[in-house]
């Protein structure tokens, strides 16, 4: 006969795996408004920035099929199914902490590499770096590095001719000039892509912590309710 205990924590793990699933819907959810909010500047954005995202988005999809696993192995009293399950979650558990250590070691340099790549880019002024640096200038209403100066010394550009993508409510047909200083964007870009990338970093931060803790209890409410079956010799 089932202890009441026993069937308490049944019960618990269950409704556990019902919030542990929406939290897997909510993971993917952040991920992809971090990957879309820095994605579409990732001509500038080494991978390593672009890769915490990504793993969220995959360790998110996980988290909600396991969650399933989770429910099948408390409703049906399953040992083997909630070892599998507890040890699922520290899987994913100890991904989610190798990328959030990975993060905040690159943290410290990731400010230079990203000017270092925006240097090279402005340097080298392919027509990829041109379509990339006409998209982020648009798109962030911001102009050069640090500001407008940085295009002066690049390669192909004129002592006075910027980017139209540097100035705002330009004319159809018109040019863009260092002396139009009314309507050039003030902003440097490395400033705005650094903001962007900072509060991307914050969201995956506090969303990785949350899970965590939750992923702990489940690991704790799993193993509890598994030792427990096997001692009432449950299959």
């Known amino acids: 006969m089932e202890s009441c205990g026993m069937s308490a924590i049944k019960y618990i793990l269950f409704l556990f795996n019902l919030i542990f699933a929406i939290s897997g819907i909510g993971i993917i959810v952040a991920g992809a408004i971090v990957l879309a909010d820095v994605g579409e500047f990732s001509h500038f954005l080494e991978g390593r920035i672009i890769a915490p995202p990504i793993v969220l988005i995959v360790a998110g999809a996980i ?13 049906k009293e399953n ?19 190798a990328v959030g250590i990975a993060a905040a070691v690159f943290k410290n340099d990731f400010s230079m590499v990203m000017k270092d790549s925006l240097k090279a880019s402005m340097m080298n002024y392919t027509e990829a770096d041109k379509m990339a640096w006409e998209n982020v200038q648009k798109k962030l209403e911001c102009c050069g590095i640090d500001n407008s100066n940085d295009w002066i010394t690049a ?21 863009c000039h260092t002396y139009d200083i009314k309507m050039l964007h003030t902003k440097g870009c490395f400033a705005e892509l650094e903001f962007r990338v900072q509060n991307g970093a914050k969201v995956l931060i506090g969303v990785g912590i949350g899970i965590a803790f939750v992923e702990i209890a489940g690991i704790i409410l799993a193993c509890y309710l598994a030792q427990a079956i096997k001692r009432e010799g449950g299959k």
Do not use: H, W
């Open 79 to 97: 040992y083997n199914m909630l070892i599998a399950f507890a040890v699922a979650l520290l899987v994913i558990f100890v991904i989610e902490l």
């Open 155 to 175: 390669k192909g550009i004129t002592s006075n001719t910027l980017p139209d993508s540097c100035c705002k409510d330009l004319p159809v047909g018109g040019a």
């Open 63 to 75: 988290v909600f099929i396991i969650a399933f696993l989770g429910c099948y192995g408390a409703v």
